[in-house]
């Protein structure tokens, strides 16, 4: 809770006050940050500081590092700038789901009872919030809706072109959500 809590406020401060910073310039700032705090913390409960010595090591740090943390940062500051703090905590909600698929399938993890109610749990939050995302969204295209109705469009008009929006942003999601699983 420590760690979605500081990450929520951690967006909203970012997206206040930092806007006129450069993506680059924040993500270096929390990369920084983050490993001091990190190395401080391990110094502190004894755990020293040691080099990796094999290569398999090597080439996962140097992922994790670059595109599971540099590139993801930049897209997300980056995102940040455009999008509303709501819109993308939503790609954080998934994560442990995510992870449970990836760990199933590629590592044999089993699927127990009390993971799948977990990722029921966080599909259920994620529903519930996007539900009230897109409510906010429809109050405030309630005066399109009215100029497209006051020209002749009708209720059904109105419903296909909603649940056509609707389609064409899941399947971008899904597409964008099986094209990231696959990096």
């Given at each position: 809770?420590?760690?979605t809590l500081c990450a929520a406020v951690a967006s909203v401060v970012s997206k206040r006050?930092?806007h006129d910073i450069p993506s680059g310039t924040l993500n270096a700032t929390s990369m ?140 971008m999601g899904c597409l964008a959500g099986l094209a990231l699983g696959w990096v």
């Open positions: 809770l420590g760690a006050d930092a920084l940050v983050g490993a001091t705090v990190l190395l401080l913390a391990a110094l502190a409960h004894g755990e020293g500081f040691r080099v990796p010595t094999d290569a398999g090591t090597w080439a996962a740090v140097a992922y994790l590092s670059l595109v599971g943390s540099v590139l993801a940062f930049l897209v997300y500051f980056s995102l940040l700038k455009t999008w509303s703090v709501m819109s993308l905590s939503f790609i954080s909600v998934f994560t442990p789901v995510i992870a449970l698929v990836l760990g199933f399938v590629f590592l044999h993890e089993p699927l127990t009872l009390w993971r799948m109610a977990g990722t029921l749990l966080i599909l259920a939050v994620a529903c519930g919030n996007l539900g009230s995302l897109l409510l906010a969204k429809g109050a405030s295209r309630q005066r399109e809706m009215a100029l497209r109705s006051a020209i002749g469009a009708g209720p059904g008009r109105l419903v296909r072109q909603l649940f056509t929006e609707s389609l064409v942003l899941a399947l």
